[in-house]
């Protein structure tokens, strides 16, 4: 198994978690301007070893998700930003060049510390 993609959460925003209710999160790293960081998962660390694909796997501390989409501007946004917003709608086509879909799956519920990666 190959690890793809891997961060460690550092905080969540106070508004982040009222996106689940749209099947929907936010990642951008501790960088992230201030009034953007009370909707997203935060994250420190981003390392992005390999291009995301459909077929991966996207996982929540245990809780796996597959790739189902890769919006066009994913990689390039992970590896520079840190920043994408998940979907958890299993659409095969993202709506946005940001977006990473994943299978259509409850959102297990983020906590500081931890774990985010993608795997192949």
Known sequence: MNKVYFTNVTSIGPMAPTFYADKMII??????????KEFCIV?????LNDEVA???????GEME?????????????????GHITIRF?????????GTLCLED????EINEGETLEIVR
């Open 27 to 36: 990642l951008f790293k501790s960088d992230a301007p201030e009034e953007l």
């Open 43 to 47: 994250h420190e660390k981003n390392e």
């Open 54 to 60: 459909v077929g991966d796997t996207f996982k929540i």
């Open 65 to 81: 998700y597959k790739v189902t989409a890769v919006g066009d501007a994913v990689n390039k946004n992970l590896r520079d930003l």
């Open 89 to 97: 709608n299993g659409s095969t086509e993202a709506d946005l060049p």
């Open 105 to 108: 799956k409850d959102i297990k």
